[in-house]
């Protein structure tokens, strides 16, 4: 038996990438899923019933309140509940990086209604389900680089930052509803966007590898097992914190 085994879980940009392996492991250890993505997660879903799990397609766009909404929504109605959140959606790779004086007002409110304003909306539709069980799990994906600080990214870097800011406040703010909430903070990541759209990371993972205690590149699989600790009752007394998982680069 999975030690998710009757859990319903939400993935947020589950369509590809990192979210998409969050979303398999998730389903690998009996979670049923909702893949929660602006792209379709169709493709996603046939994965993972192909492996004998379950899981819908709830799309969502995670900076919209009514599409975040509906997304939970949709879970529950198909599964009956919701346990485990994991706010994964970001833009990323598809925001030009910049010096911190060339990036645009408008990229800047992009990147933090997605990255910072969705964390909280998907939040706040998320938690009244788990109120109903008295037990929920949320974890946000952050970076690595809200620790180690990073150039011609500041718009991203600041809302990566902010995940680890509402992580620990959301954390104190629910634990009463016995709601842990935690953060999981990759390092440069050989997810397909990176390797096919941002070419500057892409390049640049040989060098970033040197940065690490363990010297290799770091892949989506990498980041799986953290969640899954996060997601299941093995880590049901840890709440807002912010786990690093990148080979040992930033240290705190
Ligand atoms: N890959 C890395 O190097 C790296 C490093 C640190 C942190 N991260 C974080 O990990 C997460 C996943 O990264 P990835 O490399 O898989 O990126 P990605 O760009 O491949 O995936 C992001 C997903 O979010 C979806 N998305 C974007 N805006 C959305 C919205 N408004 N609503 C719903 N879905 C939306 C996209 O369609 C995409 O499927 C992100 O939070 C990213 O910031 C990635």
């Not at 969050?22 to 994965?47: H, N, P, R, W, Y």
């Not at 909404?69 to 925001?95: H, P, S, W, Y």
Request: with cysteine.
């Amino acid at each position: 038996m999975g030690r998710l085994e009757g859990r319903v879980a939400l993935v947020t940009g589950a369509a590809q990438g990192i979210g998409a392996e969050f979303a398999k492991g998730l389903a690998a250890e009996g979670a049923k899923v909702a893949i929660s993505d602006m792209d379709s997660g169709q493709t996603v879903v046939d994965i993972i019933k192909q492996a004998g799990g379950d899981a819908i397609d709830a799309p969502c766009d995670v900076s919209d309140e009514a599409s975040a909404r509906a997304a939970v929504q949709k879970t529950v109605e198909a599964f009956g509940r919701l346990d485990i959140l994991v706010n994964n959606a970001a833009i990323f790779t598809m925001v030009d990086r910049a010096s911190f004086d060339e990036i645009t007002v408008d990229d800047w409110d992009r990147v933090s209604s997605v990255n910072i304003k969705g964390v909280w909306l998907m939040c706040k539709e998320a938690v009244p389900e788990m109120r109903k069980n008295s037990y929920g799990k949320i974890i946000n994906i952050s970076s690595g680089r809200a620790f180690k600080g990073s150039t011609h990214f500041l718009h991203y870097d600041a809302s990566k930052a902010a995940v680890v800011g509402i992580t620990r406040s959301l954390a104190r703010e629910i634990g009463g509803d016995n709601i842990c909430v935690n953060a999981i903070a990759p390092g440069a990541t050989a997810s397909e966007n990176v390797l096919k759209r941002d070419t500057a990371l892409g390049a640049s993972m040989e060098g970033t590898m040197k940065t690490r205690a363990l010297k290799r590149i770091e892949t989506p699989e990498d980041l799986v097992g953290a969640c899954l600790f996060l997601a299941s009752a093995d880590s049901d007394f840890i709440t807002g914190q912010s786990l690093v998982v990148d080979g040992g680069s930033a240290m705190h």
